[in-house]
């Protein structure tokens, strides 16, 4: 049972009047993330909206120390500084609780360019937690397609609708047999605490990936932020999973979804209140590529269904 | 003094406001009706700009940017989006 929103704690992170869009969900998710970590935390930023969205000097949006880096090194800058904290508190120049060392990237500094990086801190199994706040393209520079851009979905890239299928960044991530891995979306407040407490409180690394639809990217209005990362996870296009040392458990209600309790939402519902797929939807050739769609989704969900069985 | 030496130091401080006044982006301006409202916090808790006072439920207009995520989300429709003026 997730934590209730009652329960969460007053402490605030991302503070007001930062340089984010309106219905921002990645300053939504920040939030949540800031009041699972608290204060005592070290913060590092790849170039993505976050970075855009922190203010100009001399003032910043974000309660904690930030280091803005490089697209290609946010796994490998914070194994840095998490080794250089630990040899501080051996030689006794620090004292205390050790700063939780985190990476808040966007998905195109970890599916793409930031992926290498990240692959050796996962490998060298290093004490920080990477964040990936998945809006599924390169909304900072105007929507470019990524790694993470679904099948069919428009962006300045692809303007017909993206042919491939996205990777599924979670599961590789799985595969380095890291201690701990998860998938979260803003819409389940409670949900992602409870990961990142638990994150949190796990030695090595640790990796979770959280959806945030980007109203501009995605051509939604802009109040329908939280309904349509509810609607993705209803569907079935986004799976709330983690795995701790490889086993995985599902959270509600994508665990209705795979234990076959309750059916997923068709896809087509979600796919028409999003602009980006209006070109695929307005086509001759419709029905087929939202069955591929479908397909993809389908494929996930049995994946990870078998992929859960194995427990050892 | 402090203050001063701390503005031409290259290291920027934790502030609110770091974008400017961004309540003057707004074109809704979101109004809770105490009415109806039953502090379920709901909208305090998807407010992306972290606005809305947790146990009094009203908002600092000052930096509310009016996205109305808190208007679709309240489960009560106590909050309604005005134009505003």
Not at chain 1, 143 to 171: D, E, H, I, W, Y
């Amino acid at each position: 049972m997730a934590t209730s929103i009652k329960k969460l704690p007053d402490i605030e992170q991302v503070l007001s009047g930062n340089g984010a869009c309106g219905g921002c969900p990645a300053t939504m998710g920040l939030r949540i993330v800031g009041k699972a970590l608290g204060s005592n935390a070290i913060m590092l930023l790849t170039p993505s909206c976050s970075v855009a969205s922190m203010g100009m000097t001399p003032r910043l949006g974000y309660n904690w120390p930030c280091i803005n880096i490089t697209f290609a090194s946010a796994g490998s800058s914070a194994s840095g500084i998490t080794h250089a904290l630990e040899v501080m508190q051996e030689k006794g120049r620090l004292h205390g609780e050790l700063p939780t060392v985190f990476a808040w990237v966007g998905d195109g500094g970890t599916y793409d360019i930031g992926f290498q990086a990240l692959s050796g801190a996962a490998e060298r199994n290093d004490n920080i937690i990477f964040f990936c706040y998945n809006n599924e393209a390169y909304s900072n520079t105007g929507v470019q397609r990524s790694g993470a851009t679904p099948r069919g979905s428009f962006t300045t890239t692809t303007p017909t609708g993206k042919r491939q299928p996205k990777k599924n960044m979670a599961l590789l991530m799985l595969e380095h047999n890291i201690p701990y891995v998860a998938t979260a979306t803003v819409a389940y407040p409670g949900d992602l605490y409870d990961k990142v407490v638990k994150a949190k409180n796990i030695p090595g690394m640790k990796y979770i990936e959280i959806q945030a639809p980007c109203y501009l990217g995605w051509q939604f209005d802009m109040p329908e932020t939280v309904q349509m990362s509810r609607m993705a996870v209803r569907s079935g296009a986004w799976l709330l999973w983690e795995a701790e040392n490889g086993k995985i458990s599902f959270n509600n209600p994508s665990s209705l979804i795979i234990s076959g309790k309750k059916d997923a939402a068709p896809v087509d519902e979600y796919l028409m209140k999003q602009g980006r797929f209006n070109r695929l939807l307005k086509g001759p050739d419709a029905e087929s590529r939202i069955a591929e769609i479908q397909g993809d989704i389908d494929r996930e969900i049995a994946f990870i269904r078998e992929r859960a069985k194995i427990t050892i | 003094m402090k203050s001063l030496t701390k503005a031409y130091r290259p290291i920027s401080w934790p502030t609110k406001g770091a974008g400017g006044d961004t309540g003057s982006w707004r074109t809704h301006r979101p109004v809770v009706d105490t009415q109806i409202c039953n502090k379920c916090q709901i909208c305090w808790v998807y407010c992306p700009e972290a606005v809305i006072d947790r146990q009094e439920i009203t908002i600092d207009y000052r930096y509310c940017k009016g996205c109305g995520v808190c208007a679709v989300e309240c489960p009560t429709g106590a909050i309604s989006m005005e134009m505003e003026e």
